[in-house]
């Protein structure tokens, strides 16, 4: 089963998702994947151009990195030397 680690989570962020799986009785970690799983089990089968560009703004507060392939390359570089 494939495994994912998430980088630079706000401590705020942090902090109301271990609130979050205390009042759930979970791990974080159990917490987090019941997340993912109901948010990525909705049925979408049509993304529309305008979504993906309104989620991008969003995600980025309307300043999105310049180089986004390069940035993951050297995320996942440094990723690599650390381990």
């Known amino acids: 089963m494939p495994t994912i680690s998430i ?4 401590d705020h962020v942090h902090a109301n998702l271990r609130i979050r799986a205390a009042r759930s009785k979970r791990s ?13 089990s909705e049925v979408n089968t049509q993304v529309e151009p305008e979504d993906v560009q309104d989620w991008v703004a ?5 300043q999105p990195p310049k180089d986004v392939t390069g940035e993951f390359i050297s995320e996942r570089r440094r990723a690599a030397e650390s381990e």
């Open 58 to 62: 969003a995600l980025y507060a309307n």
């Open 7 to 10: 980088r630079r989570l706000p």
């Open 28 to 40: 974080m970690e159990a917490e987090v994947r019941a997340i993912l799983i109901e948010t990525c």
